[in-house]
């Protein structure tokens, strides 16, 4: 499949559908994880809908000393990855026809919610994303946009602004998409070298390491409520062998219906071990947060969160995440 590269609003606007418009918006340099969400805008999108990926280097987006001159330009590359996904269209503006006459002056505040975890790495890159994000969904006219669990703070920062300034589209999650190693995908990669590669790896086994204890803590916890309470259930496990469990169960069926603390420390302590390494991993943060808000869960917290993490190696920064639920929810 061939899609069309437009550049101007007025020649997406002059195209007939019959069905859902269906939008994945991207800055270029398509990989799996792109081509994942455009298979999936191509599903929800239909036979008679229309896919259209846009591809535009927002320069809101990029603070002093980041890489707006660097990030990678392959748009030829895209347009065959975009196509081969089941994308009918790629719109890809120039920087006037998004922003004519130059930078707004009227742009999106992304509020408090946007000054934390990479808005406080990054002062002023959500209220960017949000404008162009407002502007891509005024030129575009979707029905639904797409996009990837990977830029979780992005993702809820998006969905906020669409419920709370009623825009007319759906927004859709797609689940994060990584190599076989762990890596997740990002156009970011392809700046690593192999060593810092290697060392970058330590992200995503932090979030795993994480997601394990977080899963066993689950698992301890349902053991438990399978006798009944305290003493008996104690006796219960203990008459099995299983006299540690015994005592574990007792502790967790008494405890609040999660432990973050543990889940943090067991990420935490793999991203130490990776400042060892050569080159090391230099951590930005690590956070449990409640994705509806992004601040930090307490101890006593149940329902969805969003174990993140965001790092350095050598010049290039990366950032990951894995949903956890807690508690009654689970």
């Known amino acids: ?115 934390r975890l990479e808005g406080g790495s990054r002062p002023g890159h959500f209220d960017g994303m949000l404008t162009v994000v407002a502007k891509l969904l005024h030129l575009t006219r979707p029905d639904a946009a797409l996009f990837g669990q990977k830029d979780a703070q992005q993702l809820a920062l998006i969905r906020r602004m669409v419920r709370d300034l009623n825009f007319g589209t759906e927004i859709v999650a797609v689940p994060t998409v990584r190599e076989e190693d762990g890596l997740a995908l990002s156009s970011r990669n392809r700046y690593l070298s192999a060593r810092e590669r290697r060392t970058a790896l330590a992200l995503s086994q932090a979030l795993f390491a994480g997601r394990d204890r977080h899963a066993a803590q689950e698992a301890l916890r349902a053991r438990a409520r399978e006798v009944p309470a305290t003493h008996a259930r104690a006796e219960a496990l203990s008459a099995i062998g299983e006299s540690r469990a015994a005592a574990d169960a007792h502790a967790v069926a008494k405890a609040a219906p999660g432990n973050p603390a543990a889940v943090r420390a067991a990420a935490r302590q793999i ?60």
């Open 271 to 330: 991203l130490d071990e990776a400042l060892r390494l050569d080159p090391p991993l230099r951590l930005d943060y690590l956070a449990l947060v409640d994705p509806s808000d992004f601040t930090e869960i307490e101890d006593d917290f149940t329902g969805e969160a969003v174990l993140a993490v965001a790092a350095r190696v050598g010049t290039t920064r990366l950032i990951d995440n894995l949903p956890l639920t807690f508690g009654a929810a689970s």
């Open 1 to 115: 499949m061939t899609a069309a590269l437009l550049r101007t609003a007025d020649e997406l606007h002059a195209r007939t559908r019959d069905g859902r418009r269906a939008v994945v918006m991207t800055m270029g340099a398509l990989h799996e994880g792109h081509a994942t969400l455009v298979r999936t805008a191509r599903e929800l999108a239909g036979p008679g809908g229309e896919v259209v990926v846009t591809v535009f280097v927002n320069p809101l987006q990029f603070g002093a000393g980041e890489d707006l001159d660097r990030y990678p330009r392959t748009l030829d590359a895209d347009l065959e990855i975009a196509g081969q996904a089941g994308a009918d269209v790629v719109f890809a503006p120039s920087v006037d026809e998004v922003y004519p006459g130059g930078e707004p002056q009227v742009r999106i505040s992304a509020g408090p919610m946007g000054e």
